[in-house]
């Protein structure tokens, strides 16, 4: 054979073994080896502004974010998609201990009148189908929170499937009552006011009484668009007032006393009406005058829409109000 000859011969297999090369680092016919099915990577994306997703297998998580803190909990919630033809379970979450104690898959169990959280032993994520962990339903619950959670940041948690195994997630912090990517500003706002409300619950025309001792009442009206929900209680500065609490006017005869009561009902698809001789929110010992004229912020709390804050107009006693802007 001659040397052009052999120089051609080792063309040709330098030419096949770059194209075998190529072919590996593409992934060739990966899908199956000796382990069985293969398990793609935590891999992440964002949809929109503020919706980072996370893959694997045939899992995928989407919209996932979590609630700033007011208190020493905090939820998750997203919705988990599941491409396969096998149905899948989510049996656990975790997040760095020095966010929080311990972390819990919870569902919001309503009975009659009251709702109550309580641990399950994971969510069923079905074949072809998709799970959705929203406010009122199932979540991820942390609890014993070891510093603020505040909005704006992000949290890293790690969601632990039966198949799927571990998904590492970021979830977009957003206030109480809040929905990541989106904004809307005026009047009554869930949280904090960065977000648009998740929940069903509108508040206006607050107004609170001007202080001629150490009491003052706030009314509004309240509209719900959805199912039923419930106020039962109300948070002001301590500044301000040093209780709160949620009151009704009931009258006997010719005489009229408040008393307070365990919460207000706000039937679906309709209206409480917050009013003098009627119920209202009751500040008692107030610590200082509440002026016609200033702007009180006082937080709501409902059993499934959560914490509202609003502002209501301090008018004289004996005066309505507007709404605050």
Do not use: W
């Not at 964002?46 to 909990?73: L, Q, Y």
């Not at 001629?212 to 500044?239: H, Y």
Request: aromatic residues 4%.
């Amino acid at each position: 054979m001659t040397r052009f000859s052999h120089l051609r011969l080792l063309a040709a297999a330098l030419a096949a073994l770059g194209a075998m090369t190529a072919f590996a680092a593409c992934g060739g016919d990966d899908d199956e080896d000796d382990g069985g099915e293969v398990t793609q990577p935590a891999a992440t994306a964002t949809k929109g502004a503020a919706s980072p997703a996370a893959v694997a297998g045939n899992i995928s998580i989407e919209n996932p974010f979590a609630r700033a803190t007011t208190n020493d909990v905090s939820a998750i919630f997203m919705t988990i998609k599941n491409s396969g033809s096998t149905a899948d379970r989510l049996v656990n979450a975790k997040v760095d201990s020095s966010v929080a104690g311990v972390v819990e898959v919870h569902e919001t169990v309503t009975q009659g009148a009251t709702s109550k959280m309580q641990k399950v032993a994971g969510i069923d994520i079905p074949a072809n189908s998709s799970a959705e962990l929203k406010s009122g339903g199932y979540h991820i619950m942390l609890m014993n929170v070891k510093r603020e959670i505040k909005e704006g940041e992000t949290l890293d948690v790690t969601v632990v499937f039966e198949k799927a195994g571990e998904v590492k997630v970021k979830a977009p912090v957003v206030a109480v009552g809040g929905m990541p990517g989106m904004n809307m500003g005026g009047g009554a706002t869930p949280g904090s006011g960065g977000g648009m409300a998740m929940t069903t619950i509108a508040v206006k025309d607050a107004f609170a009484r001007a202080t001629t001792n150490d009491v003052a009442g706030v009314f509004m009206t309240i509209t719900n668009s959805g199912a039923a929900d419930r106020l039962i209680a109300a948070k002001i500065d301590s500044a301000i007032a040093g209780v709160v609490e949620v009151h009704e006017t009931v009258t006997q005869g010719s005489t009229s006393k408040m008393q307070k009561v365990e919460g207000i009902d706000i039937p679906a698809n309709g209206t409480a009406e917050l009013k003098p001789g009627g119920y209202h929110v009751m500040l008692l010992n107030v610590k200082r005058e509440i002026k016609a004229g200033e702007t009180l912020e006082l937080t709501l709390v409902f059993q499934k829409a959560g914490e509202i804050k609003v502002k209501a107009n301090v008018v004289e006693m004996g005066a309505s109000g507007g709404m605050a802007r």
